[in-house]
């Protein structure tokens, strides 16, 4: 395990802003994990788990604590008579993952190419795009629980997967190792949500995973701003899910409004309501901005701070909710 002090939250979360962590220690297997929740609790300071950074929003006044940066690495694949069985390091990158599959014929996580961020956090937030939702091919996790310091197994039915939401993301004290995903060999193509079938109309070839993982990329650069470039963190909200009486006086006084059926209502993209509600496309407050592209992406440029993305994300809050009377959530997470 590798300890390292003092380090920077901008150097490690895509939105690139934030103070400093007081202890960063880098993981690379499981015995490393029950290492470093020692090493906090030793010193009673809170523990948080780290993978990619590319959904957390940190604070200016640091982190007083261990962040565990996870880097357990490792594919494995299982042939069995259902499919293929693909076991990964939670510190594996995800669309290294996806690529690696996609490269062997394999179907199921093409859709999700592209995503940002590691394995391990991907079943936090039941990550999806396109059409996909990773609760599909997910089978398994190793999972430590810190209250008993026990490796435990959690099955797809343990996980309570909802809309960028599951029992990882209310529960702290488990911390994702490894995940099993089951894929096939038998095309499985997922040809229907807009942007992919506006590729498959265009006449782009999708006929294996490989090439609608490519295209997926494809339409992913001209929405999200380069990571590497700019700060972001992607959808930085999540689409509300409204009642069927909301959606009706929306509709009524709105208009047409795209909509998809979900479990506790009607999801609506928030892009439509910043966009063609709000007119907020593009809409800057000095370093923050709403992306011109796609306006559930927030921009954050060099200068500046956590907080002043804190207060931006705070007013499109309150600009939606005085608006419309939905009061939308953070898919990013405050550290
Ligand atoms: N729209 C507009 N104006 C825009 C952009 C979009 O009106 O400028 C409307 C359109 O009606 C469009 C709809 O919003 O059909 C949905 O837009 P898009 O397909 O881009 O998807 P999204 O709902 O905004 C979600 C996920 C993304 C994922 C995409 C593609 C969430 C919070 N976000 O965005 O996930 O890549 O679908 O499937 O669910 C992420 O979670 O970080 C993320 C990037």
Redesign the pocket.
């Known amino acids: 395990m590798l300890v390292e002090e003092n380090v920077s939250l901008a150097k490690l979360t895509t939105l690139k802003v934030g103070g400093l962590a007081r202890y960063v220690c880098t993981v690379a297997s499981v015995e490393d994990v029950i290492e470093a929740v020692t090493f906090a609790q030793d010193q009673a300071l809170p523990f948080r788990i780290l993978g990619g950074g590319s959904?957390v929003l940190a604070h200016d006044t640091g982190y007083a604590g261990v962040l565990i940066r996870m880097n357990i690495q490792g594919i494995r694949y299982e042939e069995t008579s259902s499919g293929v069985l693909v076991h990964v390091g939670a510190g594996v990158a995800w669309d290294e993952l996806v690529r690696a599959v996609a490269e062997l014929s394999l179907w199921g996580l093409e859709n999700l190419a592209g995503?940002p961020g590691t394995v391990g956090a991907a079943p936090v937030?039941n990550?999806?795009?396109?059409?996909a939702e990773i609760s599909a091919t997910f089978v398994t996790a190793q999972v430590v629980d810190t209250r008993t310091m026990e490796t435990v197994m959690f099955q797809k039915e343990d996980c309570d997967f909802g809309?960028?939401d599951s029992v990882f993301k209310h529960n702290r004290n488990l911390i994702i190792c490894s995940v099993t995903y089951l894929v096939s060999s038998e095309a499985k193509p997922q040809l229907g949500?807009?942007?992919v079938a506006q590729l498959v109309r265009d006449g782009v070839d999708m006929s294996t995973p490989s090439r609608i993982g490519a295209a997926v990329r494809e339409v992913?650069a001209k929405?999200?701003p380069d990571m590497r470039v700019q700060g972001t963190?992607?959808?930085f909200?999540?689409?509300p899910i409204v009642s069927s009486d909301t959606f009706a006086t929306l509709s009524s006084t709105y208009g047409a409004i795209?909509s998809f059926a979900a479990v506790g209502g009607i999801k609506i993209?928030?892009?439509?309501i910043?966009?063609?509600i709000l007119n907020l496309?593009g809409y800057t407050r000095g370093h923050v901005s709403l992306f011109g592209?796609?306006?559930?992406?927030i921009v954050v440029d060099a200068g500046a701070t956590a907080h002043d993305v804190d207060v931006f994300a705070q007013e499109i809050e309150k600009k939606v909710f005085d608006t419309t009377g939905i009061a939308i959530e953070r898919?990013v997470q405050a550290l």
């Open positions: 959904n995503i937030q990550i999806g795009a396109y059409g809309y960028r949500y807009s942007d992913r929405k999200f963190a992607g959808s909200f999540k689409n795209p993209p928030l892009a439509f910043l966009d063609r496309k592209n796609q306006p559930l992406v898919e």
